[in-house]
């Protein structure tokens, strides 16, 4: 099946800008595969600080942006995973998870790693297209 690379405006500049060797988007057949996303603001490409539930909308409001640049939309999201940086943020993050899929949860993996120095959160997702 053919890989086809979708450059995503503000996001792409962005992760190219700090050194990431990603593509943000990836569209293989009727799946979208998103890049590990980190809290980037999608209109001005700065990473966002702040507390976890913060950065866990700025984190999906970058997802949901990327997606639709893709044809498609959180409801399509099949498959998600987080990488936290401590399991005791997950409550936190949770409740606004929740809220971006009101509809029902994809499925879901969350992983506590090591943390990044900028940010405490990074979202991946596989999405259908619509």
């Not at 976890?52 to 970058?62: G, K, N, S």
């Not at 929740?98 to 994809?106: N, Q, S, V």
Request: glycine residues 6%.
């Amino acid at each position: 099946m053919k890989r086809t690379i979708i450059e995503v405006p503000v996001i792409s500049e962005t992760l190219a800008r700090i050194g990431a060797p990603v593509s943000v988007l990836v569209r293989s057949g009727d799946m979208l595969y998103t890049c590990g996303m980190p809290p980037i603001d999608h209109r001005t490409g700065e990473i966002v600080r702040g507390d976890i539930a913060t950065q866990t909308r700025v984190a999906l409001d970058a997802l949901a942006f990327t997606l639709e640049f893709g044809g498609s939309s959180l409801a399509q999201v099949v498959k998600a995973t987080v990488y936290i940086a401590d399991n005791n943020l997950a409550g936190d993050m949770n409740t606004v998870y929740r809220t971006y899929f009101p509809e029902g949860f994809p499925a879901r993996t969350c992983v506590a790693i090591n943390t990044w120095p900028a940010f405490d959160i990074e979202i991946e997702c596989i999405a259908s297209i619509l």
